[in-house]
T-cell receptor
Framework: KAGVTQTPRYLIKTRGQQVTLSCSPISGHRSVSWYQQTPGQGLQFLFEYFSETQRNKGNFPGRFSGRQFSNSRSEMNVSTLELGDSALYLC???????????FGPGTRLTVL | DQQVKQNSPSLSVQEGRISILNCDYTNSMFDYFLWYKKYPAEGPTFLISISSIKDKNEDGRFTVFLNKSAKHLSLHIVPSQPGDSAVYFCAVKTSYDKVIFGPGTSLSVIP
């Protein structure tokens, strides 16, 4: 089975721009979660989508949004980028049977 | 307020010895606990988990211990190998709720 894939792997943007990141879960997985990882902060939960509906949400401003498509692929959007948004953005998928998340390699976003 | 704490940001262990990574949580409602390992430039990889009905789970060189009364979780790696050098994240959750990760502990296994 193919793993979780994320595109692009690296991205450089400037302040004020917006960005869209993509995540394709493992086949058969309907839950997709997004995390932000910054040095010293660990993995901060952004949101989780299940069957195209947002099921859980973390404590991030409204500039961070996401969606999930009928094929379970998910996108995350960040508008009006700030320098502090520079981070590794990780996507994870999980099946309803297993309580385990499988992570993609992440998208490294740099905001200049 | 952090719900999951890993108080040791880093740990160095000699090859062949035991590595013990610790994790404390605040909410007694958490009922599922996981450990993930992360290498640089890669996403975290699931390592081992334990449900709240158990106090120990073993998988090869990795053993997770759960002390519910103390709200404490630990991961033992025996024997430690240089390839185990990575950042280890402890994570907790309740059913159908989000997973909450700790800040991570960077383990270095010295040959």
């Amino acid at each position: 089975k193919a793993g979780v894939t994320q595109t692009p792997r690296y991205l450089i943007k400037t302040r004020g721009q917006q960005v869209t990141l993509s995540c394709s879960p493992i086949s058969g997985h309907r839950s997709v979660s997004w995390y932000q990882q910054t040095p010293g902060q660990g993995l901060q939960f952004l949101f989780e989508y299940f069957s195209e509906t947002q099921r859980n949400k973390g404590n991030f401003p409204g500039r961070f949004s996401g969606r999930q498509f009928s094929n379970s692929r998910s996108e995350m959007n960040v508008s009006t980028l700030e320098l502090g948004d520079s981070a590794l953005y990780l996507c994870a998928s999980s099946s309803p049977v297993l309580d385990t998340q499988y992570f993609g390699p992440g998208t490294r976003l740099t905001v200049l | 307020d952090q719900q999951v704490k890993q108080n040791s940001p880093s740990l160095s262990v000699q090859e062949g010895r035991i590595s013990i990574l610790n994790c404390d949580y605040t909410n007694s409602m958490f009922d599922y606990f996981l450990w993930y390992k992360k290498y640089p430039a890669e996403g975290p990889t699931f390592l081992i988990s334990i449900s709240s009905i158990k106090d120990k789970n073993e998988d090869g060189r990795f053993t997770v211990f759960l002390n519910k009364s103390a709200k404490h979780l630990s991961l033992h790696i025996v024997p430690s190998q240089p390839g185990d050098s990575a950042v280890y994240f402890c994570a907790v959750k309740t059913s159908y709720d989000k997973v909450i990760f700790g800040p991570g502990t960077s383990l270095s296994v010295i040959p």
